[in-house]
């Protein structure tokens, strides 16, 4: 693949879909340490993971940054914040964290703190990214259980919502995980609330692109604060259920990061910018060569199109997802990651990879705790489907056939999400394009 050279090039091999849809947007956590390397079947650039010993004394869990990067740029001191309406941008902590905005991408996450890859010495590089994982810590078996009832969860994950300010917001929840067991008690349900409710909201443009922007930025800008959190919480607690629901969200941040790299490369700022422009031109500026910084990047690793970012993302998600099913305790919520990776798969028009992992999937029991999966009615609509196809030695209609409806259960996972997600803006005085 011919590389482009022109670093604004790269928005024309689709970023611009985008513009007024709905871009799904997360919070921060912890997550591998994706490393570039070109493909030896192509030119194109893709995630191969390489943990590194060391890693940044600034962001815990992140590979070091580098202090001599030529690519970077001066950001201003004190940059005053920017007001949309009745709500103010912090634009001064987007600036401090400029340079670690997508930290799926720069600088990186190491997998080996999150215990999703065995230590290795120094000289080591490409290896097993997934050993097993240690034994619980002695520490965590101590903790009592965390005792709710389900209203007492919902009240808790409600608590801690926020439309912007996902790590002061989540500081309710912290304390929990800080406190309580990782295994018994209702813990591990409040981190599945949470990411299921709190942390995967949908956002679009009303009139301007700057609302969604600025709100996207804010966002990534709390996401080494997660990052930093989840890399010392499971590197105590491996192989436990909160763990387990922490690299979950870690999962879900690596796709949010994506969608959230993919507004900045797609937005325009003499174009989509002016009301930024126009306010705050410090803020305006700061975009400018945020943008171009990561325009830049991209191009040197060879990512020069939607699909190669996409790629790269994927490759991220499913090494977490990988590592779930490797360390997540007695099969706790195997269902879940099995199904996100044949749903990888799937989109990558990777049937075989798809089907593979959708028929490890089990049917749902009371005794697995499995009828509480965030993907239970999808994955369960997915066994149905695939029982026909037991050998691949179909024809072409049973293939179509299978194709059909493989689409249509995606399609109403998603519709659920939609709904869900407007049902629960609403109850917070939100919509899709509010901020």
Do not use: C
């Amino acid at each position: 693949m011919r590389m482009i050279r022109n670093p604004r090039r790269i928005a024309a091999f689709g970023f611009s879909l985008t513009l007024h849809v709905l871009v799904l947007v997360l919070w921060p956590a912890a997550a591998p340490s994706p490393r570039a390397a070109s493909s030896g079947h192509s030119d194109k650039t893709v995630a191969v993971f390489d943990a590194t010993p060391s890693e940044d004394s600034r962001y815990p869990g992140l590979n070091p940054l580098s202090p001599n990067d030529d690519d970077w740029f001066h950001t201003p001191d004190r940059p005053s914040p920017l007001s949309i309406g009745t709500f103010t941008f912090d634009v001064r902590r987007i600036a401090e964290h400029a340079e670690v905005l997508f930290p799926f991408f720069i600088p990186g996450v190491s997998l080996e703190h999150f215990t999703l890859a065995p230590q290795r010495k120094p000289q080591d590089h490409l290896g097993n990214p997934f050993a097993a994982a240690p034994n619980k810590s002695r520490a965590a078996s101590s903790k009592r259980p965390l005792l709710l009832s389900d209203a007492a969860v919902q009240a808790t994950v409600d608590k801690a919502w926020s439309r912007h300010d996902r790590w002061r917001n989540f500081q309710s929840i912290k304390t929990l995980v800080d406190t309580y067991s990782p295994d018994d008690g209702k813990l591990p349900n409040v981190l599945q609330a949470y990411r299921e409710q709190n942390a995967f909201q949908p956002f679009s443009d009303a009139t301007i692109r700057d609302p969604r922007l600025w709100t996207e930025l804010e966002i990534a800008a709390d996401h080494v604060s997660f990052i930093g959190f989840i890399r010392q919480y499971v590197s105590e607690h491996p192989s436990t259920k909160v763990t387990t629901e922490l690299l979950f969200l870690l999962e879900r941040m690596a796709e949010a990061s994506r969608n959230m790299l993919t507004t900045v490369l797609d937005t325009q700022p003499s174009i989509q910018l002016q009301w930024t422009r126009a306010k705050n031109h410090e803020a305006y500026d700061l975009f400018v060569n945020i943008r171009g910084y990561y325009l830049r990047r991209l191009e040197r690793r060879g990512l020069v199109s939607a699909d190669d970012i996409t790629e790269y993302f994927d490759s991220v998600r499913l090494a977490i997802l990988t590592g779930i099913l490797r360390t997540t305790p007695q099969g706790y919520r195997a269902n879940d990651a099995r199904f996100l990776i044949g749903t990888i798969y799937w989109r990558e028009h990777k049937q075989e990879d798809a089907l593979a992992s959708w028929r490890e999937m089990t049917p749902p029991t009371p005794r697995t705790d499995a009828e509480r999966d965030s993907y239970v009615i999808a994955y369960t609509n997915v066994l149905r489907v695939i029982a026909l196809r037991r050998d691949v030695s179909v024809d072409a209609l049973q293939e179509q056939t299978l194709t059909s409806d493989i689409a249509r259960i995606l399609d109403a996972q998603h519709g659920r999400w939609i709904v869900s997600s407007y049902e629960r803006l609403r109850q917070f005085g939100f919509a899709f394009d509010t901020y």
